[in-house]
């Protein structure tokens, strides 16, 4: 991913309003940065360094989603089995798969977790999880994933289904999605970086533009919760799930 400064400005353009439609969509609903920034990403760009490019803005929104911290103990109580699973799921689905990107249908992977999540977004029905199963059942959604993260870059299946049949409060849910999302991040990370296997896909050059990415995004991340409070969040989360449908589809193209 090396390169200088002319090869990168088309790029660091469009990859610049593809983040800050990503943020927006974070602050009006909680989620969606990797995913609507991988789905863009990976039309101009390859899906490892789509997934570096998004390092850093992730880890910022989400450390920030994860507020406030002294309030964090009782979710971390709760999640630290799934956490293990998802550090577990992406560093073995690194070492086992190679590095992200570079298996054949990793394209057309990324194509079906969109495709998934799009129609459980439309049209999943709300699930509650005994609490019984709770951790036991989280240690393996962590695990599957985190070996979907490890192919794809996108981290929302089947964790964020399942964080939201644990019926937490809205606060403490979106907590838990912040803190799901950071150790995602930090693993992800850990992969690109080589230190699991594989060649690394996190340099000097994509740490640099990862940096790049955070005006953008912060921008409109605080735009998407300014626009929480006038705009139907329904009717938006439904919009973005149609939109992410009909990418899905069109990366599952040959």
Do not use: C
């Not at 920034?37 to 994860?66: D, E, I, R």
């Not at 990107?101 to 005994?130: C, D, F, K, N």
């Amino acid at each position: 991913m090396s390169a200088d400064f002319p090869a990168l400005a088309w790029p660091l353009l469009a990859a610049a309003a593809v983040f800050a439609l990503a943020g927006v969509v974070k602050g009006v609903v909680g989620l969606g940065l990797p995913t609507v920034s991988m789905a863009l990403l990976a039309l101009f760009m390859s899906t490892g360094q789509a997934a570096a490019w998004l390092l850093l803005p992730s880890l910022v929104t989400n450390l920030l989603q994860m507020r406030p911290m002294g309030q964090l103990g009782p979710v971390w109580r709760l999640l630290w089995p799934m956490q293990l699973g998802v550090v577990a799921g992406t560093l073995g689905g690194v070492w086992y798969w190679g590095p992200l990107g570079e298996m054949a249908a990793a394209r057309q992977l990324l194509g079906a977790a969109l495709l998934v999540y799009a129609l459980w977004g439309l049209w999943g029905r709300s699930i509650t999880i005994a609490a019984r199963h709770q951790r036991w059942l989280g240690g393996v959604v962590g695990l599957v994933t985190g070996a979907i993260t490890a192919l794809t870059g996108v981290f929302v299946m089947p964790g964020v289904p399942y964080l939201q049949a644990l019926q937490l409060p809205r606060a403490a849910l979106m907590q838990a999605m912040g803190l799901n999302f950071t150790v995602s991040t930090l693993a992800l990370g850990l992969g690109l970086s080589g230190l699991a296997g594989g060649s690394a896909q996190l340099d000097a050059t994509a740490l640099w533009a990862s940096a790049a990415m955070l005006p953008p995004v912060l921008l409109g991340m605080r735009w998407g919760e300014r626009l929480r409070s006038s705009l139907s969040a329904a009717m938006f989360k439904r919009v973005l799930m149609l939109s992410l449908l009909g990418l899905g589809a069109y990366m599952l193209m040959p």
